[in-house]
């Protein structure tokens, strides 16, 4: 998941081709090219159509704007490291960028998908107490930023620049210790996946059975059909359903690769490598799910109850 060749500002002699294995990546550049154009895209499309539907204090709309942001900010890092370090022997970043982009290449998915675990446990709250606690929304926001520095700055002490070869022309990037060769991976995955995973669990599904069960009662067509109710109370199904279906997409790109990764690690590097994409291809298809709640949201717009 994370970068694992970088090298120093020197310059070397690239006879050392002969020892570091320089096999041509021209499939990885190029799929990892595509889904950094589309993820882009796609995200960039999610933020305009945003932009023009926005409404001041929707629940809604502040999560689904801050998973488009950490969405495009992580693939632009992670996708464009991963072109870099293909399309060159070793990585030219130096010291200090060896240890910077292997502590953050990460950051942008990871605070998306700590977002999003924060979009269930809001949803949960919401329905239970029968209002939208806005206050919920920052702490979320900053506790996901704050997770994610955490981790990332452990990545940063941790990662060093390591000689590839005996005459220190070419280096790579890795952790310094077998000691911290386990723990970190394993403390980064468990705060990129395991952390939101057991929230999706624990609060996305209970969210669910709690609106159903409520759903049909007096007090929930009261408190919907007030008018003076907050919107985020009033749409609160909408909302459930949009964040249970990121939950879905969430698990069907990440679980995949990261079962795969602690059971079997690269022994099958095709298997690997395609699952890596899987994982990758989580922020180019986000959008697309709201594409698709925005259209059945305008196609009931569009029909009048009547007919």
């Not at 998941?1 to 570091?20: G, L, P, R, V």
């Not at 000691?179 to 980064?188: I, N, Q, T, Y």
Request: charged share 15%; aromatic share 16%; glycine share 6%.
């Amino acid at each position: 998941m994370d970068m694992e060749f970088a090298n120093s500002t020197k310059t070397f002699d690239y006879d050392t081709d002969n020892i570091i294995d320089t096999t041509p990546y021209t499939t990885e550049i190029v799929i990892s090219s595509v889904l950094l154009y589309i993820g882009v895209c796609t995200n960039i499309w999610m933020l305009r159509s945003l932009y023009k539907s926005w409404k001041t204090g929707s629940r809604m709309h502040f999560y689904l704007l801050a998973i488009c942001l950490a969405d495009l900010l992580g693939l632009c890092i992670s996708s464009g490291v991963s072109i870099g370090l293909y399309a060159t022997v070793v990585w030219r970043g130096g010291y200090y960028g060896c240890k910077i982009i292997a502590g953050f290449q990460m950051f942008g998915t990871t605070v998306s998908h700590l977002i999003l675990a924060g979009f269930n446990i809001d949803n949960l709250f919401t329905i239970a107490c029968a209002r939208s606690i806005k206050a919920l929304r920052i702490i979320f926001l900053l506790l996901s930023f704050v997770t994610t520095f955490v981790i990332s700055g452990v990545k940063v002490y941790f990662y060093q620049l390591r000689s590839w070869t005996e005459s220190n022309e070419a280096y790579y990037c890795v952790l310094d210790s077998a000691v911290s060769h386990v723990l970190v991976p394993f403390v980064d995955m468990a705060i990129y996946f395991l952390l939101p995973f057991l929230m999706m669990l624990l609060f996305g599904l209970p969210s669910l059975f709690v609106w159903c069960c409520k759903k049909g009662t007096i007090n929930y067509e009261k408190m919907t059909g007030d008018d003076d109710s907050p919107t985020d109370v009033q749409f609160i199904g909408r909302d459930i359903g949009i964040v249970l279906a990121y939950d879905a997409l969430f698990l069907l790109c990440n679980a995949p690769f990261n079962v795969n990764y602690w059971l079997f690690g690269s022994d099958s590097i095709i298997v690997y490598t395609v699952l890596f994409y899987l994982e990758t291809a989580n922020a180019c298809l986000n959008p697309i799910i709201y594409a698709i709640f925005n259209c059945i949201v305008r196609r009931r717009e569009r029909t009048s109850p009547g007919l």
